[in-house]
């Protein structure tokens, strides 16, 4: 199987930008997670999608936005890019089959952006 | 206000070894934590879940322990060997329909040969 896939996997932006960054789950899996994860605050949630709903929300303003398709593939958006967004950007799969649902999740590579 | 600390920024073990690295937590009640290895450029790869019902997990030379009167965990890798140089994450998960995971800031872990 496939793992988890994220594009692209660099980008470099001005502030003021706008970015989307793509996210496709391991084959079979529902939920999608994203992450941040910069030196100084270490990895912090974002958001997760499960079925196309944002099911679980992060501490970050609203310039950060997502959404999950059908085929449970997810975008993430940042609007209005700052310095202080340079990041490595992560996302998780899990298969969120049945009840308990603390199945492992599945990172991916991430894709790393750096604002100028 | 809610913490998660990993005992120490950098560890350097000798080969052979024990490595046993800490994730202390304040003001959670986590259902669960698991821990992570990560290396550089990629993302965490899933090591072990452990339950607030359990104790200790094993799987070949890695164990945790979970102790949630002390709020406490303890990841053990026994018999360290360089390739288990990475940095190590500990995460917290709330339960079942909250599966928003928050992680500590990580221990860099050196095997020295």
């Not at chain 1, 084959?27 to 679980?56: A, D, K």
């Not at chain 2, 070894?17 to 934590?33: D, I």
Request: hydrophobic share 30%.
């Amino acid at each position: 199987k496939a793992g988890v896939t994220q594009t692209p996997r660099y980008l470099i932006k001005t502030r003021g930008q706008q970015v989307t960054l793509s996210c496709s789950p391991i084959s079979g899996h529902r939920s999608v997670s994203w992450y941040q994860q910069t030196p100084g605050q270490g990895l912090q949630f974002l958001f997760e999608y499960f079925s196309e709903t944002q099911r679980n929300k992060g501490n970050f303003p609203g310039r950060f936005s997502g959404r999950q398709f059908s085929n449970s593939r997810s975008e993430m958006n940042v609007s209005t890019l700052e310095l202080g967004d340079s990041a490595l950007y992560l996302c998780a799969s899990r298969a969120a089959a049945g009840a308990g649902g603390q199945e492992t999740q599945y990172f991916g590579p991430g894709t790393r952006l750096l604002v100028l | 206000s809610q913490k998660i600390e990993q005992n120490s920024e950098a560890l350097n073990i000798q080969e052979g070894k024990t490595a046993t690295l800490t994730c202390n937590y304040t003001n959670y009640s986590p259902a669960y934590l698991q821990w992570y290895r990560q290396d550089p450029g990629r993302g965490p790869v899933f090591l072990l879940l452990i339950r607030e019902n359990e104790k200790e997990k094993r799987k070949e030379r890695l164990k945790v322990t979970f102790d949630t009167t002390l709020k406490q965990s303890l990841f053990h890798i026994t018999a360290s060997q360089p390739a288990d140089s990475a940095t190590y994450l500990c995460a917290l998960g709330l339960g079942f329909g909250n599966e928003k995971l928050t992680f500590g800031t990580g221990t860099r872990l050196t095997i020295i040969p």
